[in-house]
């Protein structure tokens, strides 16, 4: 049986690639239509062209960008309002669209806390990419937007507190506040070690931000086994939908995979 098809919902170039480029090479290597969405920034700008090599890395097609500004880099989208200042309506609009004209059986994105650091674009993301999942299937929202399509399955990109014994050494040096779950919380744990490759190399085609030293220019300078540590594993909890069909999995019940 195939890998269902995978479309990743992310707030910034270099965020599939940290929460999700494991899986995302993992659904492509099994012939599984694979896409992402990001939030931020505009189609001609450098870190625009870093996400496109990313994804051609992963197997993720073209970028799909809804052009919002960054919420701490106004040039990221010239003329555009930051992301989390437009109008709730219009971006879970944008996103619908892009749902429906993608079609895909799992939609992954942020967790609630917008990942570990807790950047704020992250939480927007998770809330837009929450109601435009709802709203995709649904055909008197956003009739403009294409045919209704509603996806099989919602997962939150996430990390267990027990991952911070690996995190907490890198991020805390950092002076950053980390943000994780309760291990019971998880549904999905999936080794990417056999996609890490493909993984690490699209993180680190995001230029821009191994030069100025973010999580992308962290990795860089790490050697291969931590590597291994830090990114080896990805981790999601999975949304229950309103449908029965659809709810969340038992508790106490994890996955080594996503699945519809």
Do not use: C, N
């Not at 049986?1 to 170039?13: D, K, Q, T, Y």
């Not at 219009?90 to 939609?107: G, K, N, S, Y």
């Not at 055909?139 to 509603?150: K, M």
Request: glycine share 8%.
């Amino acid at each position: 049986m195939s890998a269902p098809s995978l479309l990743g919902v992310f707030a910034h170039p270099d965020d599939e690639s940290l929460s999700a480029g494991g899986v995302l090479a993992r659904h492509a290597a099994a012939g599984a239509r694979t896409a992402v969405v990001t939030a931020t920034w505009a189609a001609d700008t450098p870190r625009a062209g870093e996400l496109a090599e990313a994804l051609r890395i992963l197997g993720a097609g073209r970028p799909r960008l809804l052009g919002y500004a960054d919420d701490r880099v106004p040039r990221s989208a010239p003329g555009r309002a930051r992301f989390r200042d437009a109008p709730l309506d219009e971006a879970v609009r944008q996103l619908v669209a892009a749902l429906r004209e993608f079609r895909p059986e799992i939609v992954v994105t942020h967790d609630a806390y917008g990942g570990l650091t807790g950047h704020p674009d992250h939480v927007h993301t998770h809330r837009v990419t929450v109601l435009a999942v709802e709203a995709a299937g649904l055909e008197r929202l956003y009739p403009e937007a294409g045919a209704p399509w509603r996806p099989s399955a919602l997962y939150l990109a996430t990390h267990p507190h027990s991952a911070l014994r690996v995190w907490g050494g890198h991020l805390a040096a950092a002076g950053k506040s980390l943000h994780s779950v309760p291990d019971e919380w998880i549904s999905a744990t999936v080794d990417v070690r056999p996609w890490l490759e493909r993984k690490i190399a699209a993180l680190l085609a995001h230029r821009t931000e191994v030069a100025r030293g973010a999580a992308p220019g962290l990795v860089a300078g790490l050697a291969e086994s931590e590597r291994a540590r830090l990114l080896g594993t990805e981790w999601f909890i999975r949304h229950s939908l309103r449908s029965p069909a659809l709810s969340a999995l038992p508790t106490g019940t994890v996955r080594t995979e996503l699945t519809v």
